[in-house]
C-alpha cells in the first residue's frame, strides 16, 4: 500500500503553476483577471467538477459563519468555491506540497487568500486542535489512504460535535478487478479503495451518524460521455482541465476510469454524515 511519500509524488506535477498559467493565458487571461469559474475546470479534480461540488455541498449546513475543513484539498478549488458561495472560512490540507503551494497562489490571483488557507499535512495527523471545525468534508480521497478509521477518527477529533461531515469518494462495488492506471493510481499497489460498507463501518466506528447516501454512477457516466464528446468535437482537450494534472497518461486514466464505471466496478458516492 502506498505511503505519503508515494502519494504525494503520484501526484506532483512539477511546473504546475507555469502549466496553469500557460492555459489561462490560452483562455484570454491572466492572474489579474482570472476568476474561480475559468479554474474550476483544473482544481475541482473529481468526477463531475464544479456540477458534482454544487450537489454535494449544498447538503452541508454552510454558513457565512461556518469553518470548513476540506480534507485532500489539492489545489483548493472547492474550497475556493465553497468560501464563494457559502461566505465561510476553509482551511484545506494535503499531503502534496506542490498543490498547496500552487493552490496558495491561485488563492491570491482571484482574491480569496484572507478566507482560504491551505496547509501541508497528512489527513491521519492534522495540525489541528480538537473541535475547531463546525463542518468538513472530502472529495475523492479515500482512494488513497488506507486507514479509513484512523482517517475518520482524526477528522472527528477536529469538529466540534454535532458537525456535519460530507464524503465524495469513488469506492469499489464489484469484487472485479478494475483496470489500471486511473487518476489516483497507477497500479493496485498504490490504490485503497474500500466498499461502501467499509466507509460507513470506519465511519460509524468513529462516531458519525450517517443521514444520507447516494451513488452517483449514473451521474458518472453521462459526465465521462459528456466530456469525450466534446473532446472530439474540439479535437483535443482544453486549455484548462484535469488532464493537466494526470502527465502523459492522461488519456488512458480517463479510459479506464469510465469503463470501471461503466462495467460496475465502482462508483463515486455520497455520504453525509453527523457527529454525534
Not at 68 to 82: I, K, N
Not at 89 to 95: F, K, N
Not at 194 to 221: D, V
Request: net charge negative.
Amino acid at each position: 500500500m502506498a505511503g505519503p511519500n508515494e502519494v504525494a509524488d503520484h501526484y506532483t506535477h512539477g511546473a504546475l503553476i507555469d502549466a496553469i498559467s500557460k492555459g489561462i493565458a490560452e483562455i484570454g487571461k491572466t492572474p489579474e483577471t482570472v476568476t474561480i469559474d475559468d479554474l474550476s475546470a483544473i482544481d475541482e479534480f473529481h468526477i463531475g467538477g464544479r456540477a458534482a461540488s454544487i450537489e454535494f455541498l449544498d447538503q452541508l449546513p454552510l454558513t457565512a459563519d461556518s469553518h470548513v475543513l476540506d480534507v485532500g484539498c489539492g489545489l483548493g478549488g472547492p474550497a475556493r468555491f465553497t468560501t464563494n458561495r457559502y461566505g465561510c472560512r476553509v482551511t484545506g490540507i494535503d499531503l502534496t506540497a506542490e498543490f498547496v503551494q500552487s493552490g496558495q497562489k491561485l488563492c491570491r490571483w482571484v482574491g480569496l487568500n484572507t478566507t482560504v488557507k491551505l496547509v501541508e499535512g497528512s489527513a491521519l495527523d492534522m495540525p489541528f486542535d480538537g473541535a475547531e471545525f463546525d463542518a468538513a468534508y472530502m472529495m475523492h480521497v479515500g482512494m488513497n489512504i488506507a486507514d479509513k478509521e484512523d482517517l475518520f477518527a482524526e477528522v472527528a477529533r477536529v469538529l466540534k460535535p454535532g458537525s456535519t461531515f460530507g464524503v465524495y469518494d469513488v469506492m469499489q462495488t464489484a469484487e472485479d478487478e478494475i483496470s489500471y492506471p486511473v487518476p489516483w493510481a497507477e497500479t493496485p499497489a498504490t490504490s485503497a479503495l474500500a466498499s461502501p460498507e467499509h466507509y460507513k463501518g470506519a465511519l460509524e466506528k468513529a462516531g458519525f451518524e450517517i443521514t444520507a447516501e447516494r451513488n452517483r454512477r449514473e451521474f458518472a457516466i453521462a459526465f465521462f460521455a459528456d466530456l469525450a464528446a466534446k473532446t472530439q468535437a474540439t479535437g483535443g482537450p482544453p486549455p484548462l482541465g484535469i488532464h493537466v494534472l494526470m502527465g502523459e497518461s492522461r488519456a488512458v486514466k480517463v479510459k479506464n476510469m469510465a469503463d470501471n464505471i461503466a462495467a460496475g466496478r465502482i462508483a463515486p458516492l455520497e455520504m453525509i454524515a453527523r457527529l454525534v
